[in-house]
């Protein structure tokens, strides 16, 4: 392999942050005949205004560097919002493995010993751009289909957007089974995307105020597989998506897109079938007004065991009434206690 097999197109913006100029000026040379435009810092100090100003690909960044050295200058980028995702590697002694060890602390990715060989210089910056690359288009992508969700959202909600109740009882649920912070965050997704599916389906058929045909109908039992479709790039897919295709199913097997029955249909699915009625319930529809809560939970009761698991429902609904007793202790505490008569 040689250096021309290692090159990118197009090529990367680097920073190189190096206490000696010959030297930072030969690893330089290096990047740049692969086609890499390099930023070259002597401090740390002028190294993180070039990371500000110029946003680099990667970081290479000499340990021995002065003026806000290579643990903290690694440190504040690795800490900041905006710069955060740019791959570090460190220029170490390959005898000091206490580098190494300080290095990944504070974030990063990869090492170099010196003195700097030409190829392996060349494969670590290419491997690291590239998964830098990547990552960036699953982030624009993911955030282009949350926009879309929202929108969706903002279109069909006459209440505005509801996604924020919705992932509250799912999380509500999820806690009462004891489910781990990972779980209620999928579910918090879920909350968002469950039906972005419905972004196929025609506007005169989301805002129907009559019943639907049964042509209609089966234009909205699509919207699962086309979100499941949708979500497929997302970083969280393989969790998100049991939620996304399976949260119209049944209990009793009479759901779609599939027919699964009883525990068939994934958990995580089964919790935000249950939030996603409930929060339907309670939000206005443009065939009728918004349910009260005690209605919306009296239909649970009728759906348990048909629609919807049995045992999640009795864990929803005690979770749902501790949640309002806890609420009405809060409201008599904050309001001193019930008000006494002057006769008394």
């Known amino acids: 392999m040689t250096s021309d097999d290692l090159g990118l197109n197009p090529g990367a913006r680097i920073l190189v942050a190096e206490r000696d100029e010959p030297s930072a000026r030969q690893i330089a040379e290096y990047l740049e005949a692969v086609g890499h435009t390099v930023l070259v810092a002597l401090d740390g100090e002028e190294a993180l205004r070039l990371i500000r100003r110029d946003d680099p690909e990667i970081a290479i960044l000499d340990v021995g560097i002065p003026r806000l050295n290579a643990y903290q200058l690694c440190e504040r980028v690795k800490t900041h919002p905006t710069t955060r995702n740019i791959p570090v590697i460190?220029?170490?002694?390959?005898?000091?493995?206490?580098?190494?060890?300080?290095?990944?602390?504070?974030?990063?990715?990869?090492?170099?010993?010196?003195?700097?060989?030409?190829?392996?210089?060349?494969?670590?910056?290419?491997?690291?751009?590239?998964?830098?690359?990547?990552?960036?288009?699953?982030?624009?992508?993911?955030?282009?289909?949350?926009?879309?969700?929202?929108?969706?959202?903002?279109?069909?909600?006459?209440?505005?957007?509801?996604?924020?109740?919705?992932?509250?009882?799912?999380?509500?649920?999820?806690?009462?089974?004891?489910?781990?912070?990972?779980?209620?965050?999928?579910?918090?997704?879920?909350?968002?995307?469950?039906?972005?599916?419905?972004?196929?389906?025609?506007?005169?058929?989301?805002?129907?105020?009559?019943?639907?045909?049964?042509?209609?109908?089966?234009?909205?039992?699509?919207?699962?597989?086309?979100?499941?479709?949708?979500?497929?790039?997302?970083?969280?897919?393989?969790?998100?998506?049991?939620?996304?295709?399976?949260?119209?199913?049944?209990?009793?097997?009479?759901?779609?897109?599939?027919?699964?029955?009883?525990?068939?249909?994934?958990?995580?699915?089964?919790?935000?079938?249950?939030?996603?009625?409930?929060?339907?319930?309670?939000?206005?529809?443009?065939y009728r007004p918004a349910l009260a809560s005690s209605t919306a939970q009296d239909n649970l009761r009728k759906g348990s065991g048909a629609q919807w698991d049995p045992n999640l429902i009795e864990v929803f609904l005690d979770a749902l009434r501790r949640r309002e007793e806890a609420t009405q202790r809060m409201v008599i505490g904050y309001s001193g206690g019930p008000e006494v008569s002057a006769s008394a």
């Not at 090492?111 to 290419?126: D, G, I, M, Q, T």
């Not at 992508?141 to 509801?162: C, H, P, W, Y």
């Not at 919705?166 to 649920?173: I, N, R, S, V």
């Open 90 to 286: 460190m220029m170490v002694c390959p005898t000091a493995q206490d580098e190494k060890i300080r290095g990944l602390e504070v974030g990063a990715e990869d090492f170099l010993s010196r003195p700097v060989n030409k190829l392996e210089l060349l494969a670590r910056v290419k491997s690291l751009v590239r998964v830098r690359r990547l990552n960036d288009q699953v982030e624009t992508t993911e955030n282009v289909i949350f926009g879309l969700a929202r929108m969706l959202e903002g279109k069909v909600s006459q209440a505005g957007s509801d996604s924020q109740r919705l992932a509250d009882h799912a999380c509500l649920l999820g806690r009462a089974l004891g489910l781990a912070e990972e779980d209620l965050e999928i579910l918090r997704k879920g909350a968002i995307l469950h039906d972005i599916g419905k972004i196929a389906v025609r506007e005169e058929i989301l805002l129907k105020a009559g019943g639907l045909s049964s042509e209609e109908y089966n234009e909205i039992k699509l919207h699962p597989e086309v979100g499941e479709r949708i979500c497929g790039p997302l970083r969280c897919a393989e969790d998100l998506l049991p939620i996304i295709r399976h949260h119209q199913e049944r209990w009793d097997g009479k759901g779609y897109p599939d027919g699964l029955e009883g525990e068939q249909i994934p958990l995580l699915a089964r919790i935000m079938s249950i939030a996603d009625a409930y929060d339907a319930m309670l939000s206005p529809r443009p």
